[in-house]
């Protein structure tokens, strides 16, 4: 797999979990997956109703979940804080079924947020999950 996919693989996983079952993606991850949830709602403040909003296609405007999404990519240690992929680290959560597929498209969704006007990541996070869910929105994903 080359570094141009692996990076596309990593924005279609990291909103990860509305339409795959929790299965798929292994006991190991399904743990990781829920403690960044908890960690991630514990300092954000974004609330399960908020999180089920988004993951139907509602981006709500609110500071709290834009952060929340933002909390999800740093403390998985997909992104740093400059939103560079960590293409080892989506290597070791990516579940088997989502290295098959990857929209040739999803690499620009990350390239178009970096590069906006945005001044805050967690805006720019958030667009990045917008622009997902409107490529597949059958595909997207979200803890």
């Known amino acids: 797999m080359n570094n141009i996919t692996l990076p596309l693989l990593a924005l279609l996983f990291y909103s990860a979990y509305a339409y795959l079952d929790p299965k798929d993606f292994g006991e190991e991850l399904t743990k990781a997956a829920n403690e960044w949830h908890d960690i991630c709602t514990d300092i954000t403040g974004a609330t399960d ?18 952060r929340y999404l933002l909390c999800l990519w740093r403390v998985s240690r997909v992104a740093d804080k400059n939103l560079k ?36 990541n967690y805006d720019k996070i958030y667009e990045v999950e917008k622009c997902l869910y409107n490529l597949d929105p059958e595909q997207f994903i979200m803890f």
């Open 49 to 66: 109703d908020m999180i089920k909003q988004v993951r139907s296609g509602n981006f709500i405007e609110d500071e709290k979940m834009k």
């Open 85 to 120: 992929v960590d293409v080892e680290a989506i290597r070791q959560v990516l579940p088997q079924m989502l290295k098959k597929e990857t929209p040739v498209k999803a690499r620009d969704c990350l390239v178009n947020a970096r590069n906006s006007d945005l001044k805050e």
